[in-house]
């Protein structure tokens, strides 16, 4: 240990405990400690949810998405699906057909996103084990839990879901009514997953979609499915090296890119808001500092009448400066962590409503989080520290 550190420990931990002193800096390192412990908890909580909503899109949308590079739709002829297929990394794939319809149930009313999907689309998307009531495969329509909740579905499904979408064709004036086309289908059954899920999309066979919306022989997206050991930009470049320039190719990432914009702002918004309480909080270290340096004025004398210069006496009090904010600083981190890992393990806070399909508060503890976090303070530390010793601690 050197000299400063050792002269530091012994200012800072001296046999008066009881001083006014002492007393003043355990208050700055509790100061110091809670915001910590308040930016280790939040960014945990945001972690949070990001991951479980990354998991709900896994759940939902496909690994790999081809779509048309002009239009909304394609003919998958002219898509060579068998070579796809063929690549290492794909494990299924699957025709799909989505577009926005009006749906009517028992005289309700709604809109909703229509997914009409091939036979292949459960080794996609792993819709079987999402089903709340009824089955897949029925050959019926399936609407998330927040749509049946909205139109009244009953638990039987036994009444047909009419479909209604305004016609591509030509029609008559003098005929409104054949302005919109409409189909009815019986209800097989209600998915669940999410809350945005649930209450927008209506799962469909694509034939009866193609019929809905007058895109015979149609798709508007190839889903793709990768196998558990696949590079995602391996197979990535080699669908998008077969589907030509006439399609996109994106990830599941690359097609909700704004939404996950907009979590990763939110999320260190909280991150600077929180460090600006924390330099707030980090000022209580000012007059911890400019207390002790006062009270050790005696000390000071005696280590400049051995011959310490300035900048040594400079670095003791930088030394201890650091040394308050370190210990406030490790007992928030061991608390916000504590508090994550009791929420991750026993989900003491609960969920307010059903928003999402968890009771509790979802926590993750990132470790890059939590070295951004100890690398932001040490900063703040640092310069006010060096800020404070370099105007109290003169030269003689």
């Known amino acids: 240990m050197s000299l400063s550190n050792l002269i530091a420990r012994r200012f800072l931990f001296s046999p008066k405990s009881h001083s006014v002193i002492n007393i003043i800096s355990r208050v700055s390192m509790v100061a110091v400690g809670i915001p910590v412990a308040a930016m ?14 990354r998991k709900m899109y896994r759940d939902f949308d496909p690994d790999l998405t081809v779509l048309p590079a002009e239009g909304k739709v394609f003919d998958p002829a002219g898509l060579d699906r068998a070579a796809i297929e063929a690549l290492e990394g794909v494990e299924a794939t699957s025709l799909m057909l989505e577009e926005s319809a ?15 999907v091939d036979s292949l689309f459960p080794r996609v998307v792993p819709i079987e084990r999402m089903m709340y009531a ?11 839990q927040g749509i049946a909740w909205e139109m009244g579905v009953s638990m039987n499904l036994s009444e047909p879901m009419r479909f209604i979408v305004p016609r591509r064709g030509a029609w008559s004036a003098l005929l409104p009514m054949t302005a919109a086309g409409s189909i009815e289908v019986p209800v097989g059954g209600v998915f669940v997953l999410d809350a945005d899920t649930d209450g927008r999309y209506v799962l469909m066979p694509i034939e009866r979609a193609r019929e809905l919306f007058e ?3 149609l798709a508007s997206n190839l889903a ?11 197979v990535k470049e080699a669908v998008q090296a077969i589907a030509g320039d006439g399609f996109r190719v994106l990830t599941r990432y690359e097609r909700n890119e704004s939404m996950y914009r907009i ?3 939110e999320k260190w918004g909280i991150f600077a808001i929180g460090l600006a309480v924390l330099i707030v909080a980090s000022f209580s270290i000012v007059g911890s500092l400019i207390m002790l340096i006062i009270d050790k004025r005696d000390g000071i004398a005696t280590l400049r009448a051995l011959g310490a210069r300035t900048g040594t006496v400079r670095r003791i009090f930088i030394r201890q400066g650091m040394m308050i904010g370190a210990i406030g600083a490790s007992g928030g981190l061991l608390l916000g962590l504590a508090v994550c890992a009791v929420q991750q393990l026993f989900g003491v806070i609960p969920m307010p409503g059903a928003t999402f399909l968890v009771e509790s508060y979802p926590v993750l503890v ?3 989080d939590i070295g951004a976090i100890v690398a932001a303070f040490v900063a703040v530390c640092w310069i006010i520290t060096i800020f404070t010793v370099g105007m109290t601690v003169r030269s003689k």
């Open 40 to 53: 280790v908890i939040l960014m945990g909580v945001f972690s949070g949810f990001d991951d479980l909503i």
């Open 263 to 265: 979590m990763k702002l």
């Open 366 to 368: 990132r470790w890059g």
């Open 215 to 217: 895109y015979a022989g």
């Open 102 to 116: 009006m749906i009517e149930y028992r005289g309700r009313q709604a809109t909703a996103t229509v997914r009409g």
């Open 134 to 144: 009824g089955s897949w495969g029925t050959g019926g329509v399936v609407p998330g």
């Open 224 to 234: 793709i499915r990768f196998a558990s050991d696949a590079s995602e930009k391996r």
